[in-house]
């Protein structure tokens, strides 16, 4: 098996094992990114020589004798969305066009400091508002299942590189579903962990109560892995969690369900939802059930109001943080001529680097939090968020955990829902009541829908600090659909 | 009934520092209309009894020791500038000609 088949873990092992040096391992994924990368465009930038430095140094640390973590010299495509101050950091936007930051996001160095190898920068709906990477400044990303097809969004340069094996693993950030629907769309596993038990510290924000890093990778345990080596408090994240990381590592090797109550949500399911997809949901449950566990239904009745309390809340948010993007300190500045005054060249600046989803976003953020509209809008889905808390809370007292299929269709094609907002909006019906009560959500591959053949995600919702469950429960689905298949999911995508 | 007109979109994006042009106003005005239809839905749902949550995890006042820790030297925090002029970051004028 060539070097971009294996599974990061085997490639931490062969290269602690000194059996293949990190670099040997670097090189055939920035082969593969040559290879591919034109097809796919999940990269917007590619640090050729950079890679195979920071390989060198996992090399020279192992050949000193140093005991690295379990990722040293595992190559990893990185979320343009975090500060790198080596590479160009974007956000997927023109306002920040070759922006270099002055620092590192604290995920940056988490992984840096576990030795695992960044290859790049991975392309993303602008400023994380999207579903599809349409809306990046720099170009849509491909589906590697079907280049005609949107690789979800918005970390779906992440997404399309790990299924492409461009990249074992990758890094994403998910405030309505951004890790768990491009996972779902490209048959891999992405996980949404708990509310500031990742940190948000150097990550460009769009909404800063929901906005949550987390893992890609194109298995359970390889994600668990990477959620340990960047997780855990930081002190620069005041919304961090001054706790341990649940130990997800030990539940993914775990994998197994007897005796677990698991909660089908009822809501999630019936008109709008494809075919192909509720099938391949209903049998993941029917395969919970042989493994052991006990299904019952639960219902979550304020979860019908997440959708458009999430479209007050993060606009809102987003409407306030990307004030910032204000032509003065970093970044495009347009129309200073000598005669413009500061407001007026901001204005022209905001017209000229922001895309149409961002604005739109902005204003209706705007809108949401002007006095007269307030309490009516912003107010009353704050509410909402209380009932959907409410609602896991109830769950949680009967099951441990919760499923429901991640996306309600496989990823549809490039252009379809472009210009339609709220259609576009749809997409991220199921992974949002997860945001907005804070808890842990995961999606792992269920199959491929009858209609299209297309991957399909099981999503597992776990209490707040119940990370470990979606693990636990998201392997043992993993491990018994692979000795269905003979193989992971991703074997019956098509060559590249 | 059309939430959100022409003229309440030119006075948003004002209000958001853009400036779209005619066309855009008459796009987004449609889109936003639409949306903000769709969201009202919240009003359904939430009583008066219910209390707002801003946030998922119940944290306040979460402070750092006050000690002095290094920082960006002014090159650093001036790296992405359009614009310096000794050390500082230069902007356009910010106050009207009789001020």
Excluded at chain 1, 14 to 24: I, K
Excluded at chain 2, 15 to 24: H, I, Q, T, V, Y
Excluded at chain 2, 70 to 91: I, N
């Amino acid at each position: 098996m060539s070097l971009i088949h294996k599974t990061a873990a085997e490639l931490g092992r062969l290269v602690a094992a000194r059996e293949v040096s990190a670099v040997e391992v670097a090189q055939a994924h920035l082969d593969r990114v040559a290879e591919v990368d034109k097809q796919i465009n999940a990269f917007l930038h590619v640090d050729v020589e950079g890679t195979l430095a920071q390989a060198r140094r996992v090399d020279e640390r192992l050949a000193a004798g140093e005991a690295l973590g379990p990722l040293a010299g595992v190559p990893i495509a990185h979320k343009d969305v975090f500060a790198t101050r080596d590479m160009p950091t974007t956000a997927g936007s023109k306002i920040l066009e070759n922006w270099r930051p002055p620092y590192d996001a604290t995920v940056t160095r988490r992984l840096r400091e576990a030795g695992l190898v960044i290859l790049g920068k991975t392309n993303l709906d602008e400023f994380a508002m999207g579903s599809s990477t349409e809306n990046s400044a720099y170009g849509p990303t491909h589906n590697p299942w079907d280049l005609t097809r949107i690789p979800g969004g918005s970390s779906g340069g992440s997404s399309a590189a790990v299924s492409a094996y461009e990249a074992p693993l990758s890094t994403g950030t998910d405030t309505g579903g951004s890790i768990r629907q491009p996972a779902a769309v490209t048959g891999i596993v992405g996980m949404k962990p708990t509310y500031g038990g990742s940190s948000r510290y150097g990550l460009i924000a769009f909404a800063s109560s929901l906005d949550t890093p987390g893992p890609f990778a194109r298995n359970v345990l390889d994600a668990a892995l990477l959620h340990e080596a960047f997780s855990g408090h930081d002190p620069l994240d005041s919304t961090s969690i001054d706790q341990a990381v649940p130990p997800v590592v030990d539940a993914a090797r775990q994998a197994d369900v007897a005796g677990m109550r698991i909660g089908v949500v009822k809501e999630f399911g019936g008109e709008g939802y494809q075919p192909g997809v509720l099938a391949r949901f209903h049998e993941a449950v029917e395969l919970l059930e042989s493994l052991g566990a006990k299904v019952v239904e639960v219902s979550c009745a304020a979860f019908e109001y997440a959708l458009p309390a999430y479209y007050l809340i993060a606009p809102s948010e987003c409407s306030s943080n990307l004030a910032r993007f204000d032509a003065m300190r970093y970044g495009l500045r347009v129309g200073d001529d000598g005669t413009r005054s500061a407001e007026e060249v901001m204005a022209l600046t905001r017209a000229a680097g922001f895309g149409p989803e961002v604005k739109r976003r902005i204003m209706l953020g705007t809108y949401a939090l002007s006095s007269g509209y307030y309490d009516a809008y912003y107010g009353q889905a704050q509410k909402v968020r209380t009932l959907i808390m409410r609602d896991f809370e109830a769950a949680f007292h009967q099951v441990d955990v919760l499923v429901s299929p991640t996306t309600p269709t496989t990823a549809f094609p490039i252009g379809e829902r472009a210009d339609d907002p709220m259609a576009m909006y749809l997409a991220d019906l199921c992974t949002i009541p997860s945001n907005l009560a804070g808890n842990a959500a995961i999606s792992v591959p269920c199959g491929l829908a009858d209609e299209d053949g297309l991957p399909v995600g099981l999503q597992i919702m776990a209490p707040v600090l119940g990370d470990d469950r979606c693990y636990r429960v998201g392997a043992a689905v993993e491990k018994a659909f692979e000795s269905r298949w003979g193989g992971p999911l991703l074997a019956k995508a098509p060559a590249i | 009934m059309s939430a959100i007109t022409r003229d309440e979109v030119a006075h948003l994006a004002r209000l958001s520092r853009l400036a779209l042009a005619d066309d855009e106003l008459d796009h987004f005005a449609a889109q936003l209309d639409q949306i903000v239809g769709a969201v009202a839905r919240v009003a359904e749902v939430a009583a008066d009894d219910i209390p707002p949550s801003s946030h998922a995890l119940p944290l306040t006042n979460v402070f750092r020791p006050d000690e002095v820790r290094p920082c960006l030297t002014p090159e650093e925090a001036l790296s992405g500038a359009p614009a310096v002029e000794d050390d500082r970051f230069r902007v356009p004028r910010i106050l009207g000609e009789e001020a």
